[in-house]
């Protein structure tokens, strides 16, 4: 079972590092994500706090989270509607684009 | 009893304001209540695995509700959940309140 994990760790790993050019081009399944999560101080609400920012996020924590909401052990109505709906490129697609953005700077 | 009902008011407003200026967290406060979570996070912010998420510059009142989360096991995490267990609320306002105002996350624009 651990093996397992492990080496889907490893396959996933390798995907998500050959995948840089169509993490440039923006996958289509991410228009969805940006309606939220590409406004800037765009709120949840009931409860109400600002929806993420993904831009420079880690793929691999982007793909982890996709796949709890889908599974539901990370609890959110509206992620899993939208999580639920994905196939597995799509969500892999859809972390890769995301760190793709980039990050601010470091001023050190 | 008036005056009873009059305390319970004046409590409950302040609970209230309380509740309001909550988020307001200091970020050096929260540098010093960050040190064990630059093991995995990292000194900048920036995560030391992939499968840690950047924190540097996320919204204070996400890294707040999360915390939170985490906190009541609303969202079960065996990683997060003993190192959220004995915060406070000013803690948590602390510790997002130091994240936040680091370099790091942008909102991809369209």
Same mark, same amino acid.
């Given at each position: 079972m651990r093996l397992r994990a492990v080496l889907t760790g490893v396959a996933l790993g390798a995907s998500l590092t050959v995948s840089p050019a169509f993490a440039s081009e923006r996958p289509a399944a991410v228009e969805t994500c940006l309606g939220?999560?590409?406004?800037?101080g765009y709120k949840n609400v009931y409860p109400t706090f600002p929806v993420p920012k993904l831009g420079g996020q880690s793929a691999q924590y982007i793909l982890d989270a996709l796949r709890a909401y889908a599974e539901n052990t990370r609890p959110h109505s509206t992620m899993h509607a939208n999580a639920v709906t994905l196939s597995e490129e799509q969500k892999q697609a859809i972390a890769a684009w995301f760190e793709a953005q980039g990050r601010e700077e470091q001023d050190q | 009893m008036k005056i009873a009902n009059r305390s319970i008011l004046a409590v409950t407003a302040a609970g209230l304001l309380l509740v309001g200026t =909550?988020? =307001? /967290?200091d970020p050096e406060l929260g540098r010093t209540k960050a040190a064990p979570c630059a =093991?995995?996070?990292g000194e900048d912010g920036m995560?030391? =695995?992939?499968?840690f998420p950047v924190l540097? /510059?996320?919204?204070a009142g996400y890294l707040v509700h999360v915390l939170k989360q985490y906190r009541s096991g609303e969202r079960e995490n065996a990683l997060m959940a003993p190192w959220v267990a004995e915060l406070s609320d000013a803690d948590i306002a602390d510790l997002a309140a130091y994240y936040a105002a680091m370099q790091g996350l942008v909102v991809p624009e369209l």
């Open positions: 939220c999560h590409g406004i800037k | =909550a988020q =307001a /967290g =093991a995995c996070h995560g030391t =695995a992939p499968n540097a /510059g996320q919204y």
